[in-house]
């Protein structure tokens, strides 16, 4: 069966820091990988996604870059953190039509 | 462009009370419709879908959802609330075109009362 893992579950990071958020699928190939942002508790803004290795979509201009440098894996980064880029990310992964399933996500505060 | 509308900020149903969690979308084209549940601190996870087919799909922990075209709408249903389906709801579309990617509503906070 396929699982995603999404760590650290919590982080805490100094303004200007960087940062590394890492995504995993297994038990499937090739599939289509995202990553998203949830403020206060609400809606979901789509920042990345990515339809196959080296291939990454940006849809919102911002402090943030993601790669996928194996199928499987996505990773979140950030040379300097701002204050605003604190939030609770989330990853996800589906196949052509199907569902998307989500990692359990990240709460990252910027102090 | 796609667009997904949840109408009800909120929503408070008695326990044992049949509840409904509203949605609407906008699509250019066939759309794909998807409800997701979220409980606090937590990913979304995935409760049913509509693809094709059935118009009336039956989903995880006895949810169900109608696909109405004509009012562009797939409200989310169960006969009977739990006081542990208190969480946030989700609805998203996709168009039924590879590549497309989903649109999440802003959400709709459930809230059922012993």
Redesign the interface.
């Known amino acids: 069966s396929q699982t995603i893992h999404q760590w650290p579950a919590t982080l805490v990071q100094p303004v200007g820091s960087p940062l590394s958020l890492e995504c995993t699928v297994e038990g499937t190939s090739n599939p289509n990988l995202y990553w998203y942002r949830q403020a206060a508790g609400r809606g979901l803004q789509l920042l990345f996604y990515s339809v196959g290795i080296g291939q990454i979509s940006s849809e919102v201009p911002q402090n943030l870059s993601a790669s996928r440098p194996q199928d499987r894996q996505f990773i979140l980064s950030s040379k300097k953190l701002l204050l605003s880029d604190s939030g609770f990310y989330l990853c996800a992964w589906n196949l052509q039509s199907g569902e998307a399933f989500f990692g359990q996500g990240t709460r990252l505060t910027v102090v | 462009a796609q667009s997904v509308a949840q109408p009800e900020d909120q929503v408070n149903v008695a326990e044992g009370n049949p509840l409904t969690v509203k949605c609407t979308y906008s699509v250019s084209g066939n759309p794909?419709l998807?409800w997701?549940v979220q409980y606090?601190?937590?990913?979304?996870?995935?409760l049913l879908?509509y693809?094709t087919g059935d118009n009336l799909v039956k989903g995880s922990y006895g949810f169900e959802a109608e696909f109405n075209k004509s009012q562009t709408s797939f409200h989310l249903k169960k006969p009977s609330a739990l006081v542990s389906d208190s969480a946030?709801y989700?609805c998203?579309v996709?168009e039924?075109s590879?590549?497309q990617?989903?649109v999440?509503?802003?959400?709709t906070r459930l809230s059922v009362l012993p």
């Open positions: 794909y998807f997701y606090p601190n937590r990913g979304l996870q995935f879908k693809i946030l989700f998203a996709r039924a590879y590549g990617n989903f999440f509503g802003p959400g």
